[in-house]
Structures are given as C-alpha cells and as structure tokens.
C-alpha cells in the first residue's frame, strides 16, 4: 500500500511539472502582450487548476500582478477563486 501512494505521488509531481512546463511560455506570452479578458480568464482557469503546484503558483501570481489594473474585477475575481480553492490546503 505504502509503495502505490508513494507512485502516486511521484505520478502528482511529474503532473505538475509537465503543466509548469506547458504553462510557463503561455504565460511568458500573455505578460509580453495585453490580451482580452476572455484570453486571460481563460489562462487563469487553466492555471487555478494546479495552483497547489509553488511554481505554478508563481506563475499565476505573475499574470494576477501583470492584470490588476488593466481587469481589477477578472483578477479579483481569480484571486478569490483561489483561496477558495486552496485556502484550507495551504494552512
């Protein structure tokens, strides 16, 4: 039993990294350009999914930060819907 969690969990981390490495260029690109608020809320609902993951954390954070005061609502909106998602995770 204690092996097949332990495969599982390795299976989570190579997920994560994976999708840190999918998501990085993307966000990379949405931080060069302004994009709509439907291309950006598309990118954050894709992003909150693995936001667990510290560095893909960092990298909503990054689009969060780049979009405050260009989509206020959109980005509060994300910022909520993360502690909601993964407040009681992180404590």
Not at 2 to 22: C, F, S
Not at 48 to 76: M, N, Q, S, T
Request: glycine share 2%; hydrophobic share 40%.
């Amino acid at each position: 039993m204690d092996e097949r969690i332990y495969r599982i969990a390795e299976h989570v981390v190579e997920i994560h990294q994976k999708a840190y490495e999918v998501y990085l260029p993307l966000v990379e690109y949405v931080c060069s350009r302004i994009v709509s608020e439907a291309e950006l809320s598309h990118l954050l609902d894709y992003l909150l999914d693995f936001a667990c993951d510290e560095k893909i954390l960092g990298l909503y954070k990054k689009v969060c930060r780049k979009y405050l005061y260009v989509y206020p609502r959109c980005i509060k909106f994300y910022i909520e819907a993360y502690w909601e998602m993964w407040e009681d995770e992180n404590k």
